[in-house]
């Protein structure tokens, strides 16, 4: 048995979500008064998937709370549908973007963070703002996966919808770089176009990988789950 309930654990992690979004927003940055706001930036991008996300889950927890012992075949409907668009969110946006922002962010920091988060940025956001923007992401949603099986879409079709959000954001930088004249991530600055057909081409495959490893993970988790669950069903003689 569960030492927090998983829908005690969800509503908190929404309330943690929309804190980090509100203390964000009030931060008074430059980047976030120019063209795209914070809008342009994928870490912020990710906070609303997330909070969207979370949202989704608390909502479906409090229908099936209220579903439960109805015969209403309408709500029950209502119940699907809310229990599929968490799993494709889970599936397509929530994992795989949340795991992309965290090991992308961390690997460029460690490596040059003026590529990514230039130290001016210290005189604007707090050190736990940073690490509520790009750390917990991943154990917030790592616990989510734990807790809730999802049921992922086929492997084409959640690849399809991944890829088309990959292309997406870059198609997004590159016209908000076409009005500016300025690209969002210190690091496009840095690399002649060859390159940055490159990055932007591992970036999508990267996202994709994700995807995968989301989806692998996803199975293993409940499979070894239900096969502890037989294995302690006594067996018949």
């Known amino acids: 048995m569960a030492l927090i309930p998983s829908q005690v654990l969800r509503v908190a992690i929404l309330l943690s ?3 980090i979004l509100c203390n964000y927003k009030a931060v008074d940055m430059p980047a976030h008064q120019t063209y795209g706001g914070s809008w ?17 889950c608390v909502l479906t927890d409090l229908s099936s709370l209220l579903t439960k012992g109805s015969e209403n075949r309408e709500q029950e409907q209502q119940l699907r549908k809310l229990i599929s668009l968490r799993d494709w969110m889970m599936a397509v946006l929530a994992f795989p973007v949340g795991v992309f922002v965290v090991f992308m962010f961390w690997t460029l920091y460690l490596y040059d963070r003026d590529l990514v988060y230039p130290r001016l940025l210290d005189n604007f956001i707090p050190q736990w703002l940073n690490h509520g ?4 992401v991943l154990p917030f949603i790592l616990i989510e996966m734990r807790t809730t099986h999802h049921k992922y879409p086929s492997r084409f079709c959640g690849l399809l919808a991944v890829c088309s959000f990959a292309v997406g954001y870059v198609l997004w930088m590159c016209w908000v770089h076409h009005v500016t004249g300025v690209w969002v991530y210190p690091l496009l600055d840095r690399i002649g176009p060859l390159a940055k057909v490159t990055f932007f081409s591992s970036v999508t495959a990267l996202i994709s990988i994700f995807y ?18 037989d294995s302690e069903k006594p067996k018949a003689d």
Do not use: C, P
């Open 40 to 56: 342009k930036f994928l870490t912020f991008i990710d906070l609303v998937i997330q909070t969207v996300f979370f949202g989704v």
């Open 133 to 136: 923007m790009h750390t917990t």
């Open 212 to 229: 995968v490893l989301g989806e692998v993970l996803n199975s293993y988790i409940w499979d070894s789950w239900r096969y502890a669950v």
């Open 17 to 19: 979500y929309f804190s």
